[in-house]
């Protein structure tokens, strides 16, 4: 699945920042970034499954895309998962997409069984 967001043009300007931290710069842009990747990844059951919020547990929730919208790209609560990929898209590092397994990383702990590529 490939996740456009900017016209390729655009995306060739931001090749420059990959790794950086993304924030989309108007609500129509933030609709591009949810229709590409929110609204097929399995962590957020109200932009994948249209999910009621009030009925989803707390495992059903994105909290990623909560506080994309409450901080600052330059505070330290600012997700770190929204950057530009190596083409100068927008892209979401923790994305699982719909269907697939969750794996949850405890970040206090080791691993033991690092995938090697």
């Known amino acids: 699945m490939k996740h456009i967001i900017f016209p390729i043009g655009l995306a060739e300007k931001f090749k420059a920042h990959a790794g950086e931290k993304y924030q989309p710069s108007n609500g129509t842009e933030g609709e591009f970034f949810f229709s590409a990747w929110c609204e097929h990844c399995a962590r957020d059951k109200t932009m ?3 999910k009621d919020y009030d009925e989803c547990d707390e495992s059903e929730i994105c909290e990623i895309i ?52």
């Not at 950057?83 to 697939?100: H, S």
């Open 48 to 50: 994948s499954e249209g």
């Open 66 to 117: 909560g506080a994309t919208m409450r901080f600052k790209v330059e505070d330290p609560g600012y997700p770190k998962e929204w950057v530009y990929g190596t083409d100068g898209q927008p892209k979401c590092t923790a994305f699982v997409q719909v269907g697939d397994k969750i794996v949850f990383r405890d970040p206090l702990t080791t691993d033991m069984f690092e995938a090697k590529p």
